[in-house]
């Protein structure tokens, strides 16, 4: 069991957005703002696509957005493309292990 | 353009070993803190170890401590992840990624490595 809890999964359709919440604990998420996010195309590496929660690393587009609020972090897709269906993971420093990561949510684009 | 390149990966024995190989280019390699993640097939991300960018400081996750070795050679630009006493739970891809320090001090990867499958089983 993942120390980080993501849905398994969430879906939508083209143009619209979704939100994939990530719930820690005051030892992780909520007790530092390390958050990021990766997201995963089938057969693919991760890639960084938000940082210390609401951070954008050069190249990613402005449809990615994070925040975070308590123990509580969240990623926000705007304007869905086929192109964003891929699995998604958060991650958080903690005090027990360097990468805390999610157990991932699958993005469905329908 | 930053790139990073896995091998040593294969077939191995239970209580077997193998050593994996991470090839760096496209960035001063002695600078960077790097880390080893793995995903078992099917499932999330797990992280395995990091190492400074020095080489002098080591960390690794209760299910691999004592033994999985993590190491590098700045000099040949590569970071190495010794594996020892392998279990049949350690199957996975396993991928290196280049730690990205930022402002505030979070370190996160923002370069990762293709994986090399590594399965252990009779």
């Known amino acids: 069991q993942s120390a980080l809890t993501q849905p398994a999964s969430v879906s939508a359709s083209p143009g619209q957005s979704i939100t994939i919440s990530c719930s820690g604990t005051?030892?992780?998420?909520?007790?530092?703002?390390?958050v990021s996010w990766y997201q995963q195309h089938p057969g693919r590496a991760p890639k960084l696509i938000i940082y210390?929660?609401?951070h954008r690393p050069s190249g990613i587009s402005t449809r990615f957005s994070g925040s975070k609020s308590g123990n509580t972090a969240s990623l926000t897709i705007s304007g869905l493309q086929p192109e964003d269906e891929a699995d998604y993971y958060c991650?958080?420093?903690?005090?027990?292990?360097?990468?805390?990561f999610g157990g991932g949510t699958k993005l469905t684009v329908l | 353009e930053e790139h990073l390149l896995e091998s040593g990966g294969g077939l191995v024995q239970p209580g077997g070993s193998l050593r994996l190989s991470c090839a760096a280019s496209?960035?001063?390699?002695?600078?960077?803190?790097l880390t080893w993640v793995r995903q078992a097939p099917g499932k999330g991300l797990q992280w395995v170890s990091a190492?400074?960018?020095?080489?002098?400081?080591?960390y690794s996750a209760e299910s691999v401590k004592g033994r999985f070795t993590t190491s590098r050679d700045n000099s040949k630009n590569t970071l190495y992840l010794q594996m020892d006493s392998l279990r049949a739970e350690d199957t996975a891809v396993y991928y290196c990624?280049?730690?990205?320090?930022?402002?505030?001090?979070?370190?996160?990867?923002?370069?990762w490595g293709q994986g090399t499958l590594v399965t252990v089983s009779s």
């Open positions: 990624a280049k730690d990205y320090k930022t402002a505030s001090g979070d370190y996160v990867g923002d370069c």
């Open positions: 190492i400074s960018a020095s080489g002098n400081t080591a």
């Open positions: 496209g960035f001063n390699f002695s600078n960077f803190a």
């Open positions: 210390e929660v609401t």
């Open positions: 991650s958080s420093y903690s005090s027990t292990i360097t990468w805390m």
């Open positions: 005051s030892g992780d998420i909520g007790g530092y703002k390390y």
